[in-house]
């Protein structure tokens, strides 16, 4: 009886070794690597934007126009 738990507490150590080395850790590091690259390409998006003209500042009410002229508008007729 002895020897039978001793081969299941073995087996039991073996299945949360091999969690432990071939799930949690090689998932840690990939989500490490992950949140890396996307601060890297947040960083990259940022200067990108202050390069542009008028990056990194809002837009004013003066951009937007007050109202839309006639010559925007394409005239349908809706069928049935």
């Keep these: 009886m002895g020897l039978i738990k001793?081969?299941?507490?073995?087996?039991?150590?073996?299945?949360?070794?091999?969690?432990?080395?071939?799930?949690?850790i090689p998932l840690y590091k990939t989500s490490k690597?992950?949140?890396?690259?996307?601060?890297?390409?947040q960083n990259v998006m940022n200067e990108h934007l202050k390069k542009q003209p008028g990056g990194g500042e809002e837009k004013n009410s003066k951009d937007i126009p007050h109202k839309p002229s006639k010559e925007d508008y394409i005239e349908f007729e809706e069928l049935r």
């Design 33 to 41: 690597q992950v949140s890396q690259k996307m601060g890297e390409m």
């Design 6 to 24: 001793g081969i299941f507490e073995l087996f039991v150590l073996y299945l949360i070794y091999k969690v432990i080395f071939d799930f949690i």
